[in-house]
């Protein structure tokens, strides 16, 4: 790791207990960099893991919807806005009492009564 001009710095007091400790020397040594490059280091791979787009939870829900929907044939949701959340509206009704025909249900050839 290159060496970095530092303009401001502040120090940091951390408590470790033993084994932290070990294992800062531990990778201080193999990394050949004082404790204070691998804190540094480690405050970076945290960060970097943190804002990664993999982990990221917004940008892990692109390509779900696709997922969801195989099997099943596509519909231009936005243009068919109303009719889609109509359908899926309808579908959680009841079924009509036999002899009853239910209100705004599908007339012939699909299409749908004003309201």
Request: hydrophobic share 40%; aromatic share 2%.
């Given at each position: 790791?290159?060496?970095?001009?530092?303009?401001?710095?502040?120090?940091?007091?951390?408590?470790?207990?033993?084994?932290?400790?070990?294992?800062?020397?531990?990778?201080?040594?193999?990394?050949?960099?004082?404790?204070?490059?691998?804190?540094?280091?480690?405050?970076?791979?945290?960060?970097?893991?943190?804002?990664?787009?993999?982990?990221?939870?917004?940008?892990?829900?692109?390509?779900?919807?696709d997922?969801?929907?195989?099997?099943?044939?596509?519909?231009?949701?936005?243009?068919?806005?109303?009719?889609?959340?109509?359908?899926?509206?309808?579908?959680?009704?009841?079924?009509?009492?036999?002899?009853?025909?239910?209100?705004g249900?599908?007339?012939?050839?699909?299409?749908?009564?004003?309201?």
């Amino acid at each position: 790791m290159t060496r970095r001009r530092v303009r401001e710095t502040a120090p940091l007091q951390v408590y470790l207990v033993a084994d932290e400790r070990e294992r800062l020397e531990r990778l201080a040594d193999q990394l050949d960099a004082s404790k204070s490059d691998v804190v540094r280091r480690g405050l970076l791979a945290l960060e970097r893991e943190l804002l990664s787009p993999a982990a990221h939870p917004a940008l892990r829900l692109i390509g779900i919807a696709d997922a969801e929907s195989a099997g099943v044939s596509p519909t231009d949701a936005a243009r068919e806005h109303d009719a889609v959340l109509a359908d899926a509206e309808e579908t959680a009704w009841p079924p009509p009492a036999p002899g009853r025909a239910s209100r705004g249900a599908k007339r012939p050839g699909g299409k749908r009564r004003a309201r």
